[in-house]
């Protein structure tokens, strides 16, 4: 719960410099909210000095409109996706976490506008406008490609992946928009230092529409911002090791043991694939669960097997519910599986349809193992 004391000095400190900092007004703003729905009781809840919430709103006015912007853009976005209403606590998530960026680039004939993101330290996601310099290209679908890189001193080249998803599917006064989804890698087996800059580089345009792919443009198209993770997470789920199952796929060629990670088939002459005779048969077996940490946009699950090739499987799979205040569940989205070297095991990384917020977490389960809840 918010500490009132707290609360207090935050919003003094937020505005008492002469440029509001939006990030305090954020961080303040969501504290009320917080403590607000903490209190359903009229003669508990806590009223703010009056002088300081008149302040704060004039400065939410003026410095955080675009972010207020933001965030609806983000709610209806997600929305859309599943077709359900948003909680309460979805849509208080998505306003304190959606950024404002507002930058702009023009290359190759076309002008792109970052607009704004929102993170909660395992996915970014971007929203990005695509618009026709001369506003007469006859496209139907726009998608941009490109890489997201962080400053830090650590990171690695490759610590973020994804692809794009555009939505919606069309254009609004000449602007296409498309959200941008990048992961960190779950491989990672830690978290990424997001207090340094991130750039996304933006290196091809083309017009998708089903199976075809016209190359509308090549960049770079190249912003540079920062974002700050939401508070709401991560949660480590897992006091001591649990016991799950897991399939373990047997995978032979010609009756000797075929890994395809290290047995490549070569291509046909004219490019084509080639069919291999590979058989396969599926095992279960038990894993170990080590970890199991809750994001606001999925979960990373890592886990440890005893038997044959831990690094080539076995599959987890994704037997998580989440379930929420009012009656609802998380939606799972997708889920990749890789080998983590640093921790010797394996990690499942599996991503949410629509972000949760933490604290609308009622239940945990996970194979049928009750876990702890978040905080």
């Known amino acids: 719960m918010t500490d009132h004391t707290d609360l207090d000095a935050l919003l003094r400190q937020a505005l008492a410099v002469e440029d509001p900092c939006p990030a305090l007004l954020r961080q303040a703003k969501a504290s009320m909210r917080k403590e607000q729905t903490m209190h359903t009781d009229h003669t508990t809840k806590r009223v703010v000095t009056l002088a300081l919430a008149a302040a704060l709103l004039l400065a939410l006015s003026v410095t955080a409109y675009a972010v207020l912007g933001s965030g609806d853009w983000f709610k209806d976005f997600f929305a859309g996706l599943t077709g359900e209403t948003l909680t309460e606590g979805q849509q208080a998530y998505i306003d304190g976490a959606a950024t404002p960026i507002g930058q702009s680039v023009t290359a190759d004939g076309w002008t792109l506008t970052l607009q704004s993101a929102m993170t909660d330290g395992k996915r970014v996601y971007m929203k990005l406008d695509i618009r026709s310099e001369d506003g007469a290209a006859a496209v139907r679908n726009p998608v941009a490609q490109g890489r997201l890189t962080s400053a830090a001193p650590d990171a690695p080249g490759d610590l973020f992946l994804g692809s794009a998803a555009s939505y919606p599917e069309g254009e609004t006064d000449g602007v296409f928009t498309q959200v941008m989804e990048k992961s960190v890698l779950a491989r990672l087996g830690?978290?990424?230092?997001?207090?340094?800059?991130?750039?996304?580089?933006?290196?091809r345009l083309e017009d998708v529409?089903?199976?075809?792919?016209?190359?509308?443009?090549?960049?770079?198209?190249?912003?540079?911002f920062t974002l700050a993770p939401a508070e709401d997470g991560p949660a480590e789920l897992i006091a001591e090791p649990i016991v799950c199952h897991a399939r373990y796929a047997h995978m032979t060629l010609d009756g000797a043991p075929y890994d395809p990670a290290k047995d490549p088939t070569t291509p046909a002459p004219d490019g084509s694939p080639v069919e291999v005779?590979?058989?396969?048969?599926?095992?279960?077996?038990?894993?170990?669960?080590t970890s199991l940490r809750l994001y606001s946009t999925g979960a990373v699950i890592t886990y440890t097997y005893d038997g044959e090739d831990p690094q080539a499987g076995p599959d987890l799979g994704h037997d998580l519910t989440v379930e929420l205040a009012g009656g609802g569940t998380a939606q799972i989205a997708a889920s990749n599986g890789t080998w983590n070297e640093a921790l010797q095991a394996r990690v499942l990384d599996i991503a949410f349809a629509v972000?949760?917020?933490?604290?609308?977490?009622?239940?945990?389960?996970?194979?049928?193992?009750?876990?702890?809840l978040p905080g």
């Open 190 to 203: 830690e978290d990424p230092d997001f207090s340094q800059p991130l750039t996304l580089t933006v290196y």
């Open 277 to 289: 005779p590979v058989e396969t048969w599926y095992e279960d077996v038990d894993v170990t669960v």
């Open 209 to 224: 529409y089903g199976e075809d792919r016209d190359l509308l443009g090549e960049g770079p198209w190249e912003f540079t």
């Open 355 to 372: 972000p949760i917020d933490l604290d609308e977490v009622t239940a945990v389960t996970f194979q049928g193992h009750a876990l702890a």
